[in-house]
């Protein structure tokens, strides 16, 4: 099987094995594990900010910044398509009591006035809005790079408004490779920012919660709270130290291949692909092969390759590290195949 499903299947690499059958351990409640210690260290580092904080998932970093940054009865804005919004099974409202504001992005990029005008004023029938939230990339944009000014812009926004803003940066790795900056030219756009492990990175679990010192300390407490307190966690902190230190430089590569991907499945007849293509996300609409997207996986299941539905009639597929160029090829030949069956 090739699995073009999405980059959180990525297996543990050798290097990343090793590290965690050598890690040092500890209790890392007690604060005592040397290689959560280190990983935390690592990742504040990498992302310009004072401090960070290991998660066990994507979801729980993200939902930990907004129970530390707002209250029962806040009001959250975020875009329309967000993650937060659309595939965290409403656990913003579940955990945290808060309401979502969504505007409609392009691209997955709100426009800085319509933010600020959704913050809410003083007025008594309104909530105090608690929190904005980014994400960059840009999932159900198709894996599109928020712009450095737009962040710029809605910060500026934030600031003046005294309202927190925090990035959902699953694969904000995959944002900074696009762009050649470092993540923390990124990360300075923020007051908090949850960055995914387990992702392009390759590691086998977990992500990271940067902020200032005060908000870790507030979000390690929530992460208690959840029941995400770890004890000799060292074992999956050192393989995310690799996916930190190591896997970052090669993400162009998936981009790359996802260019590719990309530039072959548009010349399939019935094919189109509806994105473009930043990262290494592809949205293809197969409407002209006369089927939805999710007998079309099925269909395409049954040649060898796995993908995701991203809609009636989208599909979503996903380059990352298990999948090299030749892997792809076959991936192209039974897209192609499964094509010609239908049309
Ligand atoms: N995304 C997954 C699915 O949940 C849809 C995927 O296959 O793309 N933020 C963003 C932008 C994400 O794309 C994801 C995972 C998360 C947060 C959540 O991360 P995890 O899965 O670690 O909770």
Redesign the pocket.
């Known amino acids: 099987m090739i699995d073009l499903?999405?980059?959180?299947v990525t297996k543990p690499t050798e290097a990343m094995r090793k590290a965690a059958y050598e890690a040092e351990v500890g209790d890392d409640v007690y604060g005592e594990d040397p290689s959560i210690n280190q990983l935390e260290e690592t990742a504040a580092e990498v992302l310009g900010k004072e401090a960070a904080l290991f998660v066990t998932?994507?979801?729980?970093g993200?939902q930990i910044a907004i129970l530390t940054h707002c209250r029962p009865g806040n009001e959250i804005i975020l875009e329309a398509e967000s993650?937060?919004f659309y595939?965290?099974s409403g656990a913003a409202s579940a955990f945290a009591g808060v309401q979502t504001r969504t505007l409609s992005g392009t691209r997955g990029a709100m426009i800085p006035s319509d933010v600020e005008y959704a913050i809410r004023g003083e007025d008594q029938h309104f909530p105090e809005t608690g929190l904005i939230c980014l994400?960059n990339?840009?999932?159900r944009a198709g894996g599109a790079v928020i712009p450095v000014d737009n962040m710029k812009e809605i910060h500026k926004v934030a600031k003046a408004n005294n309202v927190p803003l925090h990035i959902?940066g699953?694969?904000l790795f995959n944002a900074a490779a696009a762009l050649n900056l470092p993540a923390s030219e990124l990360a300075k756009h923020c007051d908090t920012v949850?960055v995914?492990l387990?992702?392009g990175l390759g590691a086998p679990v977990g992500?990271i919660l940067a902020g200032n010192r005060d908000f870790i300390a507030a979000a390690r407490k929530w992460r208690k709270r959840l029941g995400g307190g770890l004890r000799q966690a060292g074992i999956i902190a050192n393989p995310g130290l690799i996916a930190l230190t190591q896997m970052r430089e090669r993400l162009a590569e998936d981009h790359e291949n996802a260019q590719y991907l990309a530039q072959q499945l548009g010349q399939i007849k019935g094919i189109e692909i509806v994105n473009q293509v930043d990262t290494n996300i592809i949205v293809a609409d197969v409407k002209d092969l006369k089927m939805n997207s999710l007998e079309f996986v099925e269909k395409l299941k049954a040649e060898g390759v796995l993908s995701?539905t991203f809609g009636p009639s989208y599909v979503r597929f996903?380059t990352h590290y298990d999948v090299n160029r030749s892997q792809l090829e076959h991936a192209i030949t039974a897209i192609q195949k499964t094509a010609d069956q239908i049309i």
Do not use: F, L
């Open positions: 499903r999405s980059d959180t998932s994507g979801t729980q993200n993650h937060i595939y965290e994400e990339t840009h999932n959902d699953a694969r949850q995914c387990s992702k992500s995701g996903v």
